[in-house]
């Protein structure tokens, strides 16, 4: 400062020595003399006080700027998230220098991240629409403009990398599905119609793998393999459906392995020439229509007796009976046969039930007829063991099949609203009249025996008991039946011959005055031997009706039931005989005579 005042008066000396040389030479007066000094004066403290002024101006912008920049440098490092610079000069034009460099720095780190983070968002947005994930808020998306820190960016990358894997995984798991969809649709020969479809059609990188989107996917697939099912059910059945033209045909067996051999897959080319080869044969079948007719009346004719049609419901279809023979008539036959077929697919274990039981009273019903023939007893092979044990079997099983079949049958009316019918009977009713008639017929055999068993008894009553042998159906196996005709004679040859015995039968001439008695006993005395004969009889256990065996029908048992019978006879007839005797040897000894 002192240099400076020191150069400033030398250079005012300087000045005022020129100004005093230059108005002695003008010749100045004092007053004008003094004025020019005052102006002088006046001249110098103005530019001296503009400098001033200047230079103070120049001090306080400076300042002002340094604050600002250290604001701006506070501001910018709190938004950044960095800690604030520190500056070590003194001079404030060099902070400021300072100052301005920082700001120019935190400023293009700020840009850089304000960059990152733009790219972040506008790829989390792509990632999103992607995945079919909601956008955030409007207020979410400003804040996070506004927030640059590189904590966010890394939250922001962090989610971004894991929406990426969930992208990755999700192309992954789509991949196979999508693949699978466009071969189906190859396989099939189809086009992509609904939007949907059209979508998936632009390829996997354009499709939107939202969990929506991947279960529609999914679902695409399962209704395309479903349709590729069916399309192989069809072409199977069209296949079969070939085989059996061919038959009717008559088609070499060469062409027919060659032409499976070729077309054994499912393909579009396989499709098409079993489709052409159907055709192909339909137009021979047009021109060979009346065999073709007679031949699904004869397979119409297989498939009523398997569903026991009577005669009334097969001439329900007329078409049967026509003579034309038109591809008209050929379609109803067809239509026809597959309906029957139908309805016995339909309830096949019923006819197999009505079948079986069928089967099991034609069987029972042989058995029957047989039972007449004495042959039989002879029972060579054990044939009557096994007709014994399948009549056991028989009765034991026929209960509860025909208990299945009735609730089977009613199941089946109640669904199709109709009776359940064979030969044109409703079977349930069938079933109940031929019980209902076993019911009666085994009632009225019953009291037959218990009428002739009366007419016996009073047959005895009048002409006397006379031991019989009953009227056998045929003669049980003895042991003699098994030796050689040699052996049957010498045993016949060791065994004296016997005569039999009879028993005295009374008559009506027997002591005729003791008749009247002998009448008048005779009731009392055939009660009470009928009842001491009849009584050991009833001590059987008696049979129930889920084990009761038809006993007559029965070869082996009717035999011994005979036996018993006739000992129960030949019980009454001894202790009526030798009631009789007693009576006439008591009249006689007494003299007792009856008027």
Known sequence: ??????????????????????????????EERRAREQEVLQHIERLVGTMATQEENTLKALQESVASLSTTVVELSRELETAVPKTSTKNIVELEESLLETVDQLKKEREARLESLVELESRMEIL???????????????????????????????QINEYERELHDRKIAAKETFDAVLRLWDELDQTPATPFEKEVAKGLDRFTLSP??????????????????????????????????????????????????????????????????????????????????????????????????????????????????????????????????????????LFALVEKRESIVKRLSELERQSSDSDRLNNRGGKLLLEEKFRKTALKDLPKIERDIIELAATWERIHGTDFTVNDERYI???????????????REKAEKQRQKQEQLIEELHFGSVPRTPKRRGTLPTADAAKTPKARKASAASVAPQSATKRPAVTPGHTGAAAPAAAAAAHFAISSAKKQAVAPMAVRAPLTEANRLDLDDHPVLELSEMMAEKSCVDNVDGTFSAFLNGISDKARSSNIHFH
């Open 128 to 158: 999103q629409a992607s995945l079919m994930i909601s956008n955030p808020s409007s207020s979410e998306s400003a804040h996070t403009v506004c927030n640059i820190s590189l904590s966010r960016i890394s939250q922001l990358q962090s």
């Open 429 to 443: 009713d069938m079933l109940t009249n031929q019980k209902e008639e076993e019911r009666m017929a085994k009632e």
């Open 212 to 349: 929506s989107n991947i279960l529609a996917l999914q679902r695409l697939k399962e209704q395309l393999e479903q349709t590729k099912v069916q399309k192989k059910a069809e072409l199977d059945s069209l296949r079969q459906r070939i085989q059996a033209l061919w038959a009717r045909l008559e088609i070499s067996t060469v062409e027919q392995r060659s032409f499976l051999a070729q077309f054994s897959d499912y393909s579009k080319a396989t499709r098409k020439a079993v489709q052409a080869e159907w055709e192909r044969l339909q137009r021979l079948r047009s021109k060979n229509i009346r065999r073709f007719v007679e031949a699904s009346r004869d397979e119409l004719a297989k498939w009523w007796s398997k569903c026991h049609f009577g005669d009334a419901q097969r001439q329900m279809f007329a078409a049967a009976y026509a003579d034309e023979y038109t591809e008209e008539v050929l379609a109803e036959h067809e239509a026809e046969v597959a309906r029957i077929q139908g309805i016995y697919e339909g309830a096949s274990d």
């Open 1 to 30: 400062m002192s240099r400076l005042q020191s150069d400033a008066a030398d250079c005012v000396r300087d000045g005022l020595q020129r100004l005093a040389a230059v108005w002695d030479e003008l010749g100045l007066v004092a």
